[in-house]
């Protein structure tokens, strides 16, 4: 299985979400300078992420996004099936038609049993339990320093 960028940023945007937003909403603009995703991709992924109810928008001063669920409730697995990024090892996205003749292939059974081992791993693995790891904090708080110490730029209207 091979997972796309798509895949990625979503989870690391979720993650970013899981930490920043325990105090306050979270911008979209702060998540992309943090995780160095373009903003624009960011606004894609977070409309999916919130018609599957995992996000939810705060509107006006002090507004961004936050968790629509508990840490605990949200798994890997739902992330990157929001996105639509499927957990599939195969060839043929699991219809068993790999080969020309529209048949599965030798080795059909064996990558459709090492999908269900990854989409079995990543539904049992929640965000509050990546959150949890020491290497995953560490990274957040570096990450978060780094917002808090850039200048303000002042741009001419």
């Given at each position: 299985?091979?997972?796309?960028?798509?895949?990625?940023?979503?989870?690391?945007?979720?993650?970013?979400?899981?930490?920043?937003?325990?105090?306050?909403?979270?911008?979209?603009?702060?998540?992309?300078?943090?995780?160095?995703?373009?903003?624009?991709?960011?606004?894609?992924?977070?409309?999916?992420?919130?018609?599957?109810?995992?996000?939810?928008?705060?509107?006006?001063?002090?507004?961004?996004?936050?968790?629509?669920?508990?840490?605990?409730?949200?798994?890997?697995?739902?992330?990157?099936?929001?996105?639509?990024?499927?957990?599939?090892?195969?060839?043929?996205?699991?219809?068993?038609?790999?080969?020309?003749?529209?048949?599965?292939?030798?080795?059909?059974?064996?990558?459709?049993?090492?999908?269900?081992?990854?989409?079995?791993y990543l539904e049992n693995?929640?965000?509050?339990?990546?959150?949890?790891?020491?290497?995953?904090?560490?990274?957040?708080?570096?990450?978060?320093?780094?917002?808090?110490?850039?200048?303000?730029?002042?741009?001419?209207?």
């Amino acid at each position: 299985m091979r997972l796309t960028t798509k895949g990625r940023y979503a989870v690391t945007a979720m993650l970013d979400l899981a930490f920043h937003s325990q105090v306050k909403p979270v911008t979209l603009t702060d998540i992309a300078t943090r995780q160095t995703i373009s903003l624009s991709y960011l606004e894609q992924l977070f409309a999916r992420l919130r018609k599957a109810g995992m996000v939810t928008g705060v509107r006006g001063p002090g507004g961004g996004y936050k968790l629509s669920r508990e840490p605990e409730e949200i798994s890997i697995a739902q992330i990157i099936a929001a996105v639509d990024e499927p957990i599939d090892s195969t060839k043929c996205g699991s219809k068993r038609n790999c080969n020309k003749n529209n048949q599965p292939c030798l080795t059909h059974d064996l990558w459709m049993g090492l999908s269900e081992q990854i989409r079995d791993y990543l539904e049992n693995i929640s965000l509050a339990e990546v959150l949890a790891r020491e290497p995953v904090v560490e990274v957040a708080k570096r990450q978060q320093h780094t917002i808090m110490v850039q200048p303000y730029i002042n741009t001419p209207t």
